[in-house]
C-alpha cells in the first residue's frame, strides 16, 4: 500500500467488481476505504470458492486495504449513522440504480448538502440521461451490447462472451479516473462534485477507441472495424510444436522477419515498407506469417524473434502465469497470512511508484469487522453503538451472519 492518497477518505457501497475495482485501487494508494456493507454483506462474499462463509476467493482478492462497517440502510438510524461517516468523508461511492440510491436518499443533492467538499461517484450501468438508465446491468449484458460478442471473424458463427469479467474492471478503471480528476478538481475549486461512471458508456468508449475507425469522418472515410485487428490470421501461430505470439509491426519488423524466411521479394516491396500501404494488406502478411510458422519449433521462433527484436512470446495458459518467471521476479504474487482464511496469494498492486513511502497491505475484512472502531472514530460512543447493534441497524460480527445465497 502507498501513500499517496493518505488522509482521504472514500466510503464504498459498491458490490461485486465494478465499484470494489475502483475502490481497491484507492486503497493501494492509500485512502483509507470504509466498505458499507448490508446485512448480508456484498454479494460477491458467496462466489466460490471459499474456506470459509463469506470469505470466497473473488471478494478477499478484490477488497484488501479495505474496512468493513455492516449498516442496515433500510433503517433511519442506519442511514443516520452513515450520515456522520458522510459528513468528514472525501469521496462517496456506490453503484446502485438511480431509483435505488433516490429510494434510500442516498443522491448527491442530499448528501452535498452534508458535505460540501464531497466527491459522489456513481458507477452505474448506464448514463442517468438515457433510456436505459434504470436497467440493471452486468458484464454478460454489456458485452454483448457494445459488440465484444459479435467480433467473431465468422460472420455465421455464434456470439460469445471473453470469459472475464472486462465490463466492471475497464468501467471500474475509468471510475477510478474520475474520482482522482475530481480530486484534483477540488483542490483547484474548493467544493465537491459528482462524477458518473457508467458501464455501458466506458466499453463502448474503450472498444470504439480504434473500431470506430473509417467512421470518424463525417462523411465516413471507410467502414466500422480496424482492418489489421479483423484479420483472420491475427491469432497466435502454429509452430511445429504448438503455439506463439509473434507480431512484426514497424516496417523494419517486417523487413526483417521476410528476409529471415526468404521473402526477399516482399522484404523489398515498396507497400511493405511503406506504412500506410501495408496497413491496407496487413491481412497479406500475416497470411505469410502463419504459413511461416509451423517451420521450426516454438523455441526456435521465439530465440529468433527476440535475435531480430520482433515483439513475441509464449501462448500461456492461466497456470503458466503461476510460475512465469518475470512475475516472480517483480513479486507479482504475494503470500498473506490472513487472521482468519489463513494462507492466501494475492496479486500486487501492479502499478509502482518510485522513492514514494509504503506500508504493508491489509487483507480483506470480514463482514462489519471494523464497524465499531470506525464509528468510535467518526464521535460514537459504545453505547450508541451498542443501541445500534440493539435496532439492528449496526451488524456486528458475531451478532448476525451473512445470507450465504449465492448470486454473483
Not at 48 to 56: L, T
Not at 85 to 97: I, P, T
Not at 187 to 208: I, K, Y
Amino acid at each position: 500500500m502507498f501513500e499517496l492518497l493518505k488522509g482521504i477518505t472514500v466510503l464504498d457501497l459498491s458490490t461485486v467488481v465494478f465499484g470494489p475495482f475502483a475502490s481497491q485501487m484507492l486503497a493501494d494508494f492509500g485512502a483509507d476505504v470504509i466498505k458499507i456493507e448490508s446485512p448480508d454483506g456484498d454479494i460477491f462474499r458467496a462466489a466460490a470458492p471459499a474456506r470459509s462463509p463469506g470469505m470466497g476467493a473473488g471478494f478477499v482478492n478484490l477488497n484488501r486495504n479495505k474496512r468493513s462497517i455492516s449498516l442496515d440502510l433500510k433503517t433511519a438510524d442506519g442511514r443516520n449513522a452513515l450520515d456522520r461517516l458522510v459528513a468528514d468523508a472525501d469521496v462517496f461511492l456506490h453503484n446502485m440504480r438511480p431509483a435505488a440510491i433516490a429510494r434510500l436518499g442516498l443522491d448527491y443533492a442530499r448528501l452535498s448538502q452534508i458535505n460540501e467538499r464531497l466527491i459522489y461517484c456513481a458507477a452505474v450501468g448506464f448514463g442517468s440521461d438515457g433510456p436505459y438508465a434504470d436497467d440493471p446491468a452486468y458484464d454478460d449484458v454489456i458485452q454483448s451490447m457494445t459488440g465484444f460478442a459479435s467480433m467473431n471473424l465468422d460472420p455465421d458463427a455464434e456470439p460469445q462472451l471473453l470469459p472475464t469479467i472486462l465490463t466492471d474492471k475497464v468501467a471500474g478503471l475509468y471510475a477510478l479516473a474520475g474520482i482522482l480528476g475530481a480530486l484534483m478538481g477540488r483542490e483547484r475549486c474548493g467544493h465537491g462534485m459528482a462524477v458518473e461512471a457508467a458501464m455501458f458508456e466506458s466499453l463502448a468508449s474503450f472498444m470504439l477507441a480504434e473500431h470506430l475507425s473509417g467512421h470518424v469522418f463525417d462523411p465516413p472515410e471507410g467502414g466500422l472495424r480496424y482492418d489489421r485487428l479483423t484479420s483472420p490470421h491475427r491469432r497466435p501461430h502454429r509452430t511445429a510444436d504448438g503455439y506463439i505470439a509473434a507480431l512484426p509491426y514497424s516496417s523494419r519488423h517486417w523487413e526483417k522477419f521476410l528476409r529471415l524466411i526468404g521473402r526477399h521479394d516482399l522484404a523489398e516491396a515498396d507497400w511493405v515498407r511503406d506504412a500506410t500501404r501495408r496497413s491496407e494488406r496487413i491481412g497479406e502478411l500475416y497470411a505469410v506469417l502463419t504459413e511461416a510458422t509451423p517451420a521450426r519449433t516454438s523455441a526456435e521462433w521465439l530465440a529468433e524473434f527476440k535475435r531480430l527484436d520482433i515483439p513475441c512470446g509464449p501462448v500461456n495458459r492461466l497456470e503458466d502465469l503461476l510460475v512465469d518467471p518475470h512475475l516472480a521476479a517483480v513479486g507479482f504474487f504475494q503470500p498473506v497470512d490472513h487472521p482468519t482464511e489463513g494462507a492466501i496469494t494475492t496479486v500486487r498492486q501492479p502499478l509502482r511508484f518510485i522513492d514514494t513511502p509504503t506500508q504493508a497491505d491489509r487483507p480483506a475484512p470480514r463482514l462489519g469487522i471494523d464497524g465499531r472502531r470506525v464509528l468510535n472514530e467518526y464521535g460514537m460512543d459504545d453505547a450508541a453503538i451498542d443501541a445500534l447493534v440493539a435496532a439492528g441497524a449496526l451488524i456486528l460480527p458475531g451478532e448476525s451472519e451473512p445470507d450465504p445465497k449465492n448470486n454473483a
